[in-house]
């Protein structure tokens, strides 16, 4: 079965410094899609980035990044420039590239961004 | 845009009650989905349905039913609530089922089972 695990419960960044949340994940699989979602105090779910496993170059959309390690099956986001409306719960998913619908969450990670 | 709205937002059940939990998008969505957020878990997956009349189980569907009569609606139905479906509930859909999709989220049912 696939897991993903997020082993900073919690971070936090001074504004408009960079933060790197960590994420690994284990799998047999060699095509999948990797997420980073962002829950903020509103509980809406809210996609950040998605990585596609066949696509070696990393996504990045606008100051947030990703550092894709196929190999070490590492799937880190990075946040440059920090601000107060980054301040959310910060959750890695995997989901297989057939059949099965399931998006296998992480546990989380509460990022705080300090004024 | 109205998005994924789900009603209630907030509920308190007595254990052995049953409930719907409403979800709809305006999107014309094909693919839609229910998870359960617990407190240190991740989101895990109820039920889903890939259109209008079928429907599939999730990772954890024990206790729970669901229907797609319309490409809109997709409730999620306690049976008799039991203090183990104390969750937070998310309703969320996507254009199609394809892998790379991106899902959009309602806001999420707060229910406490008593």
């Known amino acids: 079965a696939q897991t993903v695990t997020q082993s900073q419960p919690e971070m936090s960044v001074q504004e408009a410094e960079t933060v790197t949340l960590s994420c690994t994940y284990d799998t047999s699989e060699s095509d999948y899609y990797l997420f980073w979602y962002k829950q903020p105090p509103s509980r809406q779910m809210i996609l950040v980035i998605r990585?596609?496993?066949?696509?070696?170059q990393n996504a990045t959309e606008n100051r947030f990044s990703v550092n894709f390690q196929k190999a070490a099956k590492s799937f880190s986001l990075k946040i440059s420039d920090s601000q107060l409306g980054d301040a959310a719960m910060y959750f890695c998913?995997?989901?297989?590239?057939?059949?099965?619908?399931?998006?296998?969450f992480g546990t989380g990670t509460r990022l705080t961004i300090i004024p | 845009n109205a998005g994924v709205t789900q009603t209630p937002k907030f509920q308190v059940l007595k254990t052995g009650q049953s409930m719907t939990l409403q979800c709809a998008q305006d999107?014309?969505?094909?693919?839609m989905s229910w998870y359960r957020q617990d407190p240190g878990m991740g989101l895990r997956l109820i039920h889903y349905?890939?259109?209008?009349?079928?429907?599939d189980q999730g990772e954890v569907p024990n206790g729970y039913n669901v229907s797609r009569s319309t490409t809109e609606d997709f409730p999620l139905r306690l049976l008799s609530a039991a203090p183990s479906q104390t969750s937070v509930y998310f309703c969320?859909?996507?254009?199609?089922?394809?892998?790379?999709?991106?899902?959009?989220f309602g806001s999420g049912t707060q229910l406490s089972v008593l």
């Open positions: 349905s890939v259109g209008a009349g079928i429907t």
């Open positions: 990585q596609e496993a066949y696509k070696q």
């Open positions: 999107m014309n969505h094909e693919y």
């Open positions: 998913a995997y989901r297989r590239d057939f059949g099965n619908e399931k998006l296998t």
């Open positions: 969320a859909s996507s254009y199609s089922y394809r892998v790379g999709e991106k899902l959009f």
